[in-house]
Structures are given as C-alpha cells and as structure tokens.
C-alpha cells in the first residue's frame, strides 16, 4: 500500500526525477520510488556480502534505455519495477533479521 509523503529535495534532484519519469513514461513518485528501491537494494547488498540483490546500476540502466527506445514493452518495464521493489523489501528484511540477531 502507497502513503503519502510531503518530500522536500534539491531542485536538481527534482528535476532529474521529472526528467526521467517523462523519459519513461512513469510518474514523478514512480520515479522517486525505483530511485529508493535501488539505493536500499544495492545498500544493503553492499553491508551483508552475503546477501545477492539481483539488481544493480548497469542492468537497470539497460533496461532503462530499452525502455526508452521502446525494445522493451510497457507491460514489461512495469513488471521489473514490481520485482525491483519486492527484492528491495527482501533485502530490507534481511538487514533487520541480521539487526536483530546480532542484538540478541
């Protein structure tokens, strides 16, 4: 489920969001959400070598630019954004769990 949230964010940083949710067909949010998803993806894959998050900058930037020059269908686009943030959440759980068993 999607709450929302009032953001403040660099000019620049806004304007790179707008840029590449108009270049990919997605909303600003969207846009903001996959930027999220990724950081704590590769974060966390970063801190726990163990963990293997499936994504990373130059695979997403692929399909980014198949996606723009249309090689890869919307349907398609959308499904890999849905598993970019259900491997994030994974790799979100997986930092806690390891939090807390190092707590206990």
Not at 63 to 82: D, I, M
Request: glycine share 2%.
């Amino acid at each position: 489920m999607l709450k929302r949230y009032q953001v403040l964010i660099n000019e620049w940083l806004a304007d790179f969001l707008k840029e590449t949710a108009k270049i990919h067909n997605i909303s600003f949010s969207e846009a903001l959400r996959l930027t999220a998803c990724l950081y704590i993806g590769e974060t966390i894959a970063e801190t726990h070598p163990e963990y293997k998050f499936p994504f990373n900058v130059k695979k997403i930037s692929a399909l980014l630019k198949s996606h723009e020059e249309g090689k890869v269908t919307e349907t398609e686009f959308l499904k890999v954004l849905s598993q970019i943030y259900y491997e994030s959440r994974k790799a979100l759980e997986f930092s806690q769990e390891k939090r807390r068993a190092k707590k206990k």
